[in-house]
Nanobody, 125 residues
Framework: QVQLVESGGGLVQAGGSLRLSCAASRRTVGLYAMGWFRQAPGKDREFVAAIRGNGGTTYYANSVKGRFTATISTDNATNRNTLYLQMNSLKSEDTAIYYC??????????????WGQGTQVTVSS
């Protein structure tokens, strides 16, 4: 099973930017998709963004559309994939623990496999 490790979270002021990374333990080939989810205190985990493994089609939650961008890259030297989430114009309501996961290519919001430890994003107003 491929392990996913999130990083890049931190404390940022409202209106600022952060870039999250999700490193996979090995390269994935074929038809697949990866996504970002988040969980705010006292709330359920929610879908944020997803992207197909070939870096093509993306899908975003309405709350982040136009502010967040998901990308994916493959390092041929290490033979690993890395998923990114560029977050701009951050708002206090973006404060949450962010998780990455493989998602169903036919159902973007359905995560597959187990969750990593996540990375904390805190936006101060």
């Amino acid at each position: 099973q491929v392990q996913l490790v999130e990083s890049g979270g931190g404390l940022v002021q409202a209106g600022g930017s952060l870039r999250l990374s999700c490193a996979a333990s090995r390269r994935t080939v074929g038809l697949y998709a990866m996504g970002w989810f988040r969980q705010a205190p006292g709330k359920d985990r929610e879908f944020v963004a997803a992207i197909r493994g070939n870096g093509g089609t993306t899908y975003y939650a309405n709350s982040v559309k136009g502010r967040f961008t998901a990308t994916i890259s493959t390092d041929n030297a290490t033979n690993r994939n890395t998923l990114y989430l560029q977050m701009n114009s951050l708002k206090s309501e973006d404060t949450a623990i962010y998780y990455c996961a493989f998602v169903d290519p036919d159902a973007w919001q359905r995560a597959l496999g187990s969750w990593g430890q996540g990375t904390q994003v805190t936006v101060s107003s």
